[in-house]
């Protein structure tokens, strides 16, 4: 690899290893390495979080401020507006998104210090962070509903509505949920706290360990 670390990868439909580094994008396609500009007339910035969405394009998010999305469509990289963003220090926990029926996407971003940006493919919309949903440990979507793990708990947000807001799940142990993931096949979720398993299937939760 042309420079450590790999601070998040992905492989595409082809096989290719895609990875974030502190010089942009990396990619490897078994014989060679790519270091991938995203802008000739913009320094490297090192890039935090990857995800292929379900129509197989490209969407990384750079490590620090100013946040910067980018966008990889027809093997071509294109770049969001930078957030004006009301703080000027945090590190990437999440990127996520939907790709729409009517051809445009909702992009979500979560950062440690427990704010939310959502990119609509026109302007930034954000989410400051609250005493309440405290700091963002990991995020996950399931359909197009973003559950956020925090220190505080578990929350939603749905991505497909504009006007909607975030809200704090029930039922679940108190304290931090520290990790979360898909169930297979399945819109439940497995959650972690800090002494506990559990799975929750959006009507009941469980305890395993």
């Known amino acids: 690899m042309p ?3 790999a601070f998040d990868a992905a492989q595409d439909s082809l096989g290719r290893m895609w990875f974030c580094t502190r010089v942009g994008i990396t990619s490897y396609d078994g014989r060679s390495w790519e270091v991938h500009s995203f802008d000739p007339n913009v320094s490297a910035q090192p ?3 990857m995800k292929i969405d379900s129509r197989g394009n490209f969407w990384t998010v750079s490590y620090h401020a100013p ?3 980018s966008h990889r469509v027809n093997n071509q990289w294109e770049t969001a507006p930078f957030s004006m963003l009301p703080f000027a220090s945090f590190a990437i926990t999440g990127l996520n998104v939907l790709n729409l029926a009517d051809g445009t996407d909702r992009v979500s971003v979560t950062t440690d210090d427990g704010n939310v940006l959502v990119w609509d493919g026109a302007q930034w919309r954000v989410f400051e ?3 309440e949903r405290g700091i963002i440990l990991s995020s996950v979507l399931v359909g197009p509903n973003l559950f956020m793990a925090t220190s505080q708990g578990l929350f939603s947000l749905r991505l497909d509505q504009p006007e909607e807001t975030i809200h ?3 039922g679940l142990p108190p304290g931090p949920i520290n990790h979360l993931a898909q169930a297979f096949q399945s819109d439940s979720l497995w959650l972690v706290g800090a002494d506990w398993i559990g799975f929750w299937d959006h009507s009941q939760f469980t305890m395993l360990a």
């Open 3 to 5: 420079t450590n670390p």
């Open 47 to 49: 890039q935090a979080k």
């Open 67 to 69: 946040l910067r999305l």
């Open 129 to 131: 962070k609250t005493k």
């Open 168 to 170: 704090k799940i029930s």
